[in-house]
């Protein structure tokens, strides 16, 4: 039966910067959303949602993972495209939403250049991390950065 159950959410690991949001009364849910509040980092004070949807094929294939809310990050893209390892090549039927979640708040903690879906932002991350910083910080301030938009955080 596709989805993750009601008794696998209750045993989630999450810290407080985690919240989840779900269907009442389902024994399977296929659907839920996760807000991911950075504590620390570039992207402090930042507030981001991600969708999450279970396939029928899981726990054999990862869930699909889409972001809601425009981030300036290197494995993040404009369409909601989520660049993590276990969501692809390194999924293993053993991994679970917990193992998700940690991979996503990872991301704003160790962003990874080397295999990003935002090129010209991982470029730029490589080559003038101060300027990637500072375009970090104009994004979280509600600026423009390369000609797209985002909302203020700061």
């Known amino acids: ?3 993750t159950s009601a ?12 919240k989840l949001e779900f269907p009442e009364g389902s024994s399977k849910i296929m659907n839920l959303r996760i807000t991911i509040k950075p504590q620390d980092g570039l992207w402090k004070g930042g507030t981001y949602e991600f969708g999450v949807t279970f396939k029928a094929s899981y726990p054999h294939e990862p869930p699909k993972v889409t972001l809601a809310t425009p ?8 369409d909601g495209g ?18 998700v ?3 996503m708040c990872l991301l704003f903690d160790e962003p990874n250049p080397g295999d990003p879906l935002d090129i010209a932002c991982a ?11 500072r375009n970090v910080d104009s994004s979280m301030r509600g600026r423009s950065v390369d000609g797209r938009s ?4 700061r």
């Open 101 to 103: 979640i940690y991979g």
């Open 150 to 153: 985002f909302p203020k955080f």
């Open 123 to 133: 470029e730029l991350m490589r080559k003038d991390k101060s300027a990637f910083e």
């Open 71 to 78: 981030c300036y990050h290197p494995n993040l893209d404009k």
């Open 82 to 99: 989520v660049c993590i390892n276990i969501l692809r090549k390194d999924w293993k039927p053993v991994l679970d939403l917990n193992s």
């Open 7 to 18: 008794a696998d959410l209750e045993e989630l690991d999450i810290g407080t910067n985690v």
């Open 1 to 3: 039966m596709p989805g």
